[in-house]
C-alpha cells in the first residue's frame, strides 16, 4: 500500500512556488519486512513485492541504474538480511516518523531566500533505507527528486540543513543558469561548455549558504566532527584550492585533459567538504557582503558574471581581511559577459 505524508498538504500551501511530496512508501515497506526479520516470521513474496514496486524504490533503482551503479533486487534483499540493520529497525522508525513531521514549506522558504524572484520548488522528497550513506538529488529536468538516506544518527537540525540544501539544488536548476546565458553558452566551443558545466558545481556552496541562514551562522554548526574538519581545512586553504581549481579549468579550456579527465578530475573537488562547497560558498558571502543579495541573484543567473564580481568584492574588503582571487588569463578564457 503506497503511504505518502505531505509536509504541507496543498490545501494548506501558501506559497505557490512550493510543490514537494514527501514519498516515504518504501522505508515503510523496508521497514515492515525488518520488523517480521527481527520477530523471527516469514517473510512473504508479498512483502518483497511492496518494497520492489514502491516509488521510492523505483527511483532509486532508476537512479543507481543511470549512474551505472550495481543495483539489483536480489541484492536488496540480502542487505534487508543483515543483522545489523535488522537491530536498528526501531531506531530507523523513530527516525522516519520524525522526519514526516518536518514543515517543507518552511524549509522551501529558506531556500528560496537564497534563490532568485523566479525559482520554482517542484519535487518528491524519498528517505530512505538503502546501501549507500549519502543524500542527492536526481532527475532535475524532468522529474526532480531529493534522495536522503533515513540516518537515526542525524539530528533533526542537520537533517532540516540537509533539505534545504537539496531543495537549494532543485530551486536553482529550476532557473539558473538564465535563458540568455544558456543561449551563449551554446555557441561556445565544446571544451568552454565543459568548463562552464563545472563552474555550476559552486552551486554546492550556494546551497550552503541557503541552509546556514545566511553569512552569520557558522554552515557547519550542526554536522559532524568529519564534516566540521574537511570544512575548516578548505576555509584554511582556500588560495591553494582556487590554484588548483584555476589549473583545472584551465587545462580543460586548452583540451589538455581529455572529456573523461575533465569529468573524473572535477568529482575530486567534491569530497566530504571540497573545493565546489568552500570556494563556491566563500564566492557568495564575499559578493553578497560588498554588493548586496541583488547582485548575488546576478551572478546565479548570469556565472560570466561570477568570478569577475567576486574578484571586485574582494577589493572592497577591509585591509588585513586577504582572499585569493581568480587570475585575468582564466576569465577571458572562460569568456565575458
Given amino acids: ?101 518536518l514543515d517543507v514549506e518552511y524549509l522551501g522558504r529558506r531556500s528560496l531566500k537564497y534563490l532568485p524572484a523566479q525559482a520554482k520548488l517542484k519535487a518528491n522528497v524519498y528517505p530512505l533505507i538503502k546501501p549507500r550513506t549519502n543524500s542527492f538529488v536526481w532527475d532535475t529536468d524532468k522529474d526532480p527528486a531529493i534522495m536522503l538516506y533515513l540516518d537515526p544518527a ?38 568552454r561548455q565543459q568548463a562552464w558545466i563545472w563552474v555550476g558545481a559552486f552551486g554546492e556552496g550556494y546551497a550552503v549558504l541557503a ?50 579527465g575533465v569529468q573524473t578530475k572535477a568529482m575530486e573537488f567534491y569530497s566530504v567538504q571540497g573545493p565546489w562547497y568552500t570556494v563556491g560558498y566563500i564566492q557568495a558571502t564575499t559578493i553578497e557582503r560588498a554588493f548586496g543579495h541583488e547582485k548575488l541573484m546576478a551572478c546565479y543567473l548570469d556565472p560570466r558574471l561570477l568570478m569577475p564580481t567576486y574578484n571586485a568584492a574582494v577589493a572592497q574588503l577591509p585591509k588585513g581581511a586577504k582572499l585569493p582571487t581568480w587570475p585575468e588569463n582564466l576569465i577571458e578564457l572562460l569568456g565575458k559577459a
Avoid at 158 to 185: D, M, N
Avoid at 212 to 218: F, K, L
Avoid at 243 to 249: D, H, N, Q, S
Fill in 1 to 101: 500500500m503506497l503511504a505518502l505524508v505531505a509536509w504541507a498538504l496543498s490545501g494548506s500551501q501558501s506559497n505557490p512556488s512550493i510543490q514537494v511530496r514527501w514519498v516515504d512508501d518504501a522505508p515503510r515497506a523496508a521497514l515492515s519486512i525488518l520488523r517480521k526479520e527481527a520477530a523471527h516470521q516469514p517473510v512473504s513474496e508479498g512483502d518483497w513485492g511492496a518494497l520492489f514496486e514502491s516509488e521510492g524504490y523505483r527511483r532509486l533503482k532508476d537512479r543507481e541504474n543511470g549512474m551505472k551503479r550495481p543495483f539489483t533486487d536480489d541484492d536488496f534483499r540480502m542487505f534487508l538480511s543483515t543483522d545489523s540493520l535488522i537491530r536498528k529497525a526501531d531506531s530507523l522508525q523513530r527516525t522516519l516518523d520524525g522526519w514526516s513531521k
Fill in 154 to 191: 542525524e539530528s533533526p537540525k542537520r537533517f532540516a540543513k540537509t533539505v534545504v540544501h537539496e531543495l537549494h539544488h532543485i530551486g536553482y536548476a529550476s532557473c539558473c543558469p538564465s535563458p540568455e546565458f544558456q543561449t551563449w553558452v551554446h555557441d561556445q566551443s565544446n571544451v
Fill in 211 to 260: 541552509a546556514a541562514e545566511g553569512p552569520r551562522s557558522d554552515p557547519m554548526a550542526a554536522f559532524e566532527p568529519n564534516v566540521k574538519a574537511a570544512w575548516t581545512h578548505g576555509m584554511n586553504h582556500l588560495a591553494e584550492d582556487m590554484e588548483t581549481l584555476t589549473a583545472f579549468f584551465t587545462d580543460s579550456l586548452t583540451g589538455k585533459l581529455s572529456s573523461d
